[in-house]
């Protein structure tokens, strides 16, 4: 399964031929809600399923919009899927793919670092609007992964690299048990666009929040769900399925405009690989505790190396321990404010440098108990590192900062 010579950049540029209206370069907007039937004999066709978006034939904005289908078509095509669909979110992409799988009495095993809006939906909400039961385990543990699934559960989740803690999920064993317990595994991989293809290790859907990498402008909220042909369809039943009924639907202009990002994606992530792997490396021989996926020490190094895509380096992102939530506020107060070296908030992907302290903010929603298990220590704080200035000199700064915070 593992195939080390699959090239995203190569295949999403093979996918990419849908030309403007006028034979623009660009592929027109579909702004519209509802599509002409040309004669009536096709409208009962169409609503039995026989005739879809692969036929020609479009029948309503929430169910299926061209320039939407393009947007998926894309991303799919970077992640070797069969099929690709754009929502109105990461997390309604998360929400309706585990929906259609395990609402109503199913089970999810979960990995127990995610990112938190994710985990208050498999911890809480699921469990208590829909009947979804979810145990969380330690995803690095496979023992008791495989332990876990003996319950019965049809879904087995996880990120590609856990938020915040950046350790890599071993994709190709947990597809192995998932399939053994006739589950599907579902990666997130919203951290590693291009970067790891989650698909050539045999993931069955894989979900990115688009907002984050995929725009790197940090200017619409969107999700993308690659997967199967059958199991789009599923999503888009009708009757039954909770992309159709439930309804986050992206818009066509977003998608037009997020099919613009897609060709410098592979620019832009090798770009923040290259600048994390600079910062991580002279922040190591500074003396700081860095975890980055591309440092030796890294517990994960071998594996991200083995599973990862050629020439596309180790992510954007890393984190530093500052010890105690004080000291890593200061270091984010005097980084933003005195050297404006980059912002403090939330999110990641952005062309400027964003920088978060996850005990108290994108992790939150859990427990200290749990972040505590989870290995989020309070001190803990994280950086996506962006694309602007140089990057010498914002490593300067960065030394700076810590200094004036020891
Ligand atoms: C941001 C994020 C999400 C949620 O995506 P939205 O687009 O904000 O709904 C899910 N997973 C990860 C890893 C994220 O970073």
Request: aromatic fraction near 8%.
């Given at each position: 399964?593992?195939?080390?010579?699959?090239?995203?950049?190569?295949?999403?540029?093979?996918?990419?031929?849908?030309?403007?209206?006028?034979?623009?370069?660009?592929?027109?907007?579909?702004?519209?809600?509802?599509?002409?039937?040309?004669?009536?004999?096709?409208?009962?066709?169409?609503?039995?399923?026989?005739?879809?978006?692969?036929?020609?034939?479009?029948?309503?904005?929430?169910?299926?919009?061209?320039?939407?289908?393009?947007?998926?078509?894309?991303?799919?095509?970077?992640?070797?899927?069969?099929?690709?669909?754009?929502?109105?979110?990461?997390?309604?992409?998360?929400?309706?793919?585990?929906?259609?799988?395990?609402?109503?009495?199913?089970?999810?095993?979960?990995?127990?670092?995610?990112?938190?809006?994710?985990?208050?939906?498999?911890?809480?909400?699921?469990?208590?609007?829909?009947?979804?039961?979810?145990?969380?385990?330690?995803?690095?543990?496979?023992?008791?992964?495989?332990?876990?699934?003996?319950?019965?559960?049809?879904?087995?989740?996880?990120e590609t690299l856990?938020?915040?803690?950046?350790?890599?999920a071993?994709?190709?064993?947990?597809?192995?048990?998932?399939?053994?317990?006739?589950?599907?595994?579902?990666v997130?991989n919203?951290?590693t666009?291009?970067?790891i293809?989650p698909?050539?290790?045999?993931?069955?859907?894989?979900?990115?929040?688009?907002?984050?990498?995929?725009?790197?402008?940090?200017?619409?909220?969107?999700?993308?769900?690659?997967?199967?042909?059958?199991?789009?369809?599923?999503?888009?039943?009708?009757?039954?399925?909770?992309?159709?009924?439930?309804?986050?639907?992206?818009?066509?202009?977003?998608?037009?405009?997020?099919?613009?990002?897609?060709?410098?994606?592979?620019?832009?992530?090798?770009?923040?690989?290259?600048?994390?792997?600079?910062?991580?490396?002279?922040?190591?021989?500074?003396?700081?505790?860095?975890?980055?996926?591309?440092?030796?020490?890294?517990?994960?190094?071998?594996?991200?190396?083995?599973?990862?895509?050629?020439?596309?380096?180790?992510?954007?992102?890393?984190?530093?321990?500052?010890?105690?939530?004080?000291?890593?506020?200061?270091?984010?107060?005097?980084?933003?404010?005195?050297?404006?070296?980059?912002?403090?908030?939330?999110?990641?992907?952005?062309?400027?440098?964003?920088?978060?302290?996850?005990?108290?903010?994108?992790?939150?929603?859990?427990?200290?108990?749990?972040?505590?298990?989870?290995?989020?220590?309070?001190?803990?704080?994280?950086?996506?590192?962006?694309?602007?200035?140089?990057?010498?000199?914002?490593?300067?700064?960065?030394?700076?900062?810590?200094?004036?915070?020891?």
């Open positions: 399964m593992t195939n080390r010579t699959f090239d995203p950049q190569q295949a999403m540029a093979d996918a990419r031929h849908e030309f403007g209206e006028h034979g623009g370069v660009n592929m027109s907007i579909e702004a519209s809600t509802t599509f002409t039937v040309m004669t009536p004999d096709l409208m009962p066709e169409i609503f039995s399923g026989q005739l879809g978006p692969t036929g020609g034939c479009y029948l309503y904005g929430r169910h299926f919009n061209p320039t939407v289908f393009v947007l998926g078509r894309m991303v799919a095509a970077m992640e070797g899927a069969e099929t690709g669909y754009g929502t109105a979110s990461g997390l309604s992409a998360i929400a309706a793919v585990i929906m259609q799988r395990c609402g109503g009495g199913g089970k999810v095993v979960s990995s127990n670092t995610l990112y938190g809006g994710t985990w208050a939906l498999l911890d809480e909400y699921l469990p208590k609007n829909c009947n979804v039961e979810t145990t969380f385990v330690d995803i690095q543990d496979l023992a008791s992964v495989e332990n876990a699934m003996k319950n019965g559960a049809s879904v087995l989740y996880t856990s938020n915040p803690t950046l350790r890599t071993d994709i190709s064993s947990l597809a192995k048990i998932a399939h053994d317990h006739d589950a599907i595994l579902v997130d919203t951290f666009p291009m970067i293809s698909m050539q290790h045999g993931a069955d859907v894989v979900i990115h929040s688009a907002t984050k990498f995929i725009s790197g402008a940090s200017d619409v909220i969107a999700g993308i769900i690659c997967c199967s042909k059958s199991f789009l369809e599923e999503l888009m039943d009708l009757h039954l399925g909770s992309l159709m009924l439930m309804g986050p639907t992206m818009d066509p202009i977003v998608a037009f405009r997020l099919s613009l990002r897609l060709p410098h994606l592979a620019a832009r992530m090798k770009e923040h690989s290259a600048r994390a792997m600079y910062f991580a490396k002279q922040l190591q021989e500074f003396g700081q505790v860095v975890m980055y996926s591309g440092l030796p020490e890294h517990p994960d190094y071998n594996l991200f190396t083995k599973i990862a895509n050629k020439d596309f380096g180790y992510g954007g992102l890393f984190t530093i321990d500052m010890g105690d939530a004080e000291r890593a506020n200061k270091l984010m107060d005097v980084l933003q404010n005195k050297f404006k070296f980059g912002y403090m908030a939330v999110s990641l992907g952005y062309f400027e440098t964003l920088m978060s302290c996850p005990g108290t903010s994108t992790s939150s929603e859990m427990s200290e108990e749990v972040q505590r298990q989870a290995g989020i220590s309070p001190g803990l704080v994280r950086f996506s590192i962006g694309l602007t200035g140089g990057v010498e000199e914002r490593c300067e700064q960065m030394k700076k900062a810590i200094k004036l915070c020891s």
